[in-house]
């Protein structure tokens, strides 16, 4: 954290090499939740440049009120993705990229690995929107539930709840659709 709050500072005085590392620190863990949300590839890398941007154009007004730079950028990332997604309400959205998980020469892998996104794919829509926020943040953010909490604006035990009743959603669904495929 010390480090981090090193790197912001230096940042804002317009050093390009910390603001660089801040980048390379953050962007895979910015990239995958905006991923998850809008479910495109190669809008989420769009997107993802254009948080940095937005973060750089603004990190002289970053202040270190209890709020960590991550969560900054992640709800510089919500933004985004809340604007694209109501831009694009009335278009369908593609299913998850399945590159973004790794790739295998095993074309069974594969196709397994194919499936089991669409299946988490059409799991996940059948959540709330808070609960797919935290599932978002929490998995494909790796942020810690303390600064999911910050960044949703909840408590840690309502982000506790939230995950665990997702969770718990997502279990019963995909064991539904596992069930289902046995028949």
Known sequence: ????????????????????????????????????????????????????????????????????????????????????????????????????????SNPQLVAEHRLDIEQLVLATKQLTETQREVVSLRFAGELPIAQVAKVMGKSQGAVKALQHSAIVALRKSLLLAEDNERD
Do not use: C, P
């Open 1 to 104: 954290m010390q480090e981090e709050e090193s790197l912001v500072r230096r940042a804002q005085q317009r050093d390009e090499e910390a603001f660089t590392q801040l980048y390379e620190a953050y962007f895979d863990k910015i990239y995958r939740y905006v991923a998850l949300k809008i479910g495109n590839k190669t809008e989420a890398e769009d997107m993802t440049q254009q948080v940095f941007s937005n973060a750089l154009q603004s990190i002289s007004s970053f202040k270190w009120r209890g709020i960590s730079f991550s969560a900054w950028l992640f709800r510089i990332a919500h933004n985004q993705v809340v604007d694209y997604l109501r831009k694009k309400s009335k278009q369908a959205t593609a299913l998850l990229d399945e590159s973004l998980v790794s790739s295998d």
